[in-house]
T-cell receptor, first 115, second 115 residues
Framework: ETGVTQTPRHLVMGMTNKKSLKCEQH?????MYWYKQSAKKPLELMFV???????ENNSVPSRFSPECPNSSHLFLHLHTLQPEDSALYLC??????????????FGPGTRLTVL | AQSVTQLGSHVSVSEGALVLLRCNYS??????LFWYVQYPNQGLQLLLK??????LVKGINGFEAEFKKSETSFHLTKPSAHMSDAAEYFCAVRYSGGGADGLTFGKGTHLIIQP
């Protein structure tokens, strides 16, 4: 397996469910990201992890809880979501050199539908 | 705050015609600029990026972009459109702040290729 993989690719959940999204990168990167892509809106950065430490939380509601156990894996734990949370959730990774020019590599995304 | 504006949510060109997708950024410091492409049901793929080494940047699939500081622009062009270019295109910006920073994306431009 190469690149950035995400599972599941599609998820339907009720507002009272608890589920998790998984992301894995096979590129030897040290930074990982969660983005939310909603219809009619720009991609929104949610969380950033650098060397397993969360360095950015972009005012995301607490019903989204990230976890980064190591530099290759990133999770997004979901609980008591709202219908407006339905979106494509994209994971990305990069090798952070500190310059800002690093390329982020994206996974295919998880299409989440909240009923 | 950094921001990116993509003019035109939809652009339609004929196969073989010039493709021009517009991107303007707001900045008081030199930015790093990226163009990504997203095909249906897929994640984002990097087309090219500007890192201050050269103002004219060549990318994959025959695309190129020119950084114009005086116009705060980074428009994407391709001399001859192909049917396979039909996709969503995103311009993104990041400023040199050190560490792992997320990207700020424009709203995207949907490129339609007419046969």
């Amino acid at each position: 397996e190469t690149g950035v993989t995400q599972t599941p690719r599609h998820l339907v959940m009720g507002m009272t469910n608890k589920k998790s999204l998984k992301c894995e990168q096979h590129l030897g990167h040290n930074a990982m990201y969660w983005y939310k892509q909603s219809a009619k809106k720009p991609l929104e950065l949610m969380f950033v992890y650098n060397f397993k430490e969360q360095t950015e939380n972009n005012s995301v509601p607490s019903r989204f809880s990230p976890e980064c156990p190591n530099s290759s894996h990133l999770f997004l734990h979901l609980h008591t979501l709202q219908p407006e949370d339905s979106a494509l959730y994209l994971c990305a990774s990069s090798f952070s050199s500190g310059s800002g020019a690093d390329t982020q590599y994206f996974g295919p995304g998880t299409r989440l539908t909240v009923l | 705050a950094q921001s990116v504006t993509q003019l035109g949510s939809h652009v339609s060109v004929s196969e073989g015609a010039l493709v021009l997708l517009r991107c303007n950024y707001s900045s008081s410091v030199p930015p790093y600029l990226f163009w990504y492409v997203q095909y249906p049901n897929q994640g984002l793929q990097l087309l090219l990026k500007y890192t201050s080494a050269a103002t004219l940047v060549k990318g994959i699939n025959g695309f190129e972009a020119e950084f114009k500081k005086s116009e705060t622009s980074f428009h994407l062009t391709k001399p001859s459109a192909h049917m396979s270019d039909a996709a969503e295109y995103f311009c993104a910006v990041r400023y040199s702040g050190g560490g792992a920073d997320g990207l700020t994306f424009g709203k995207g431009t949907h490129l339609i290729i007419q046969p």
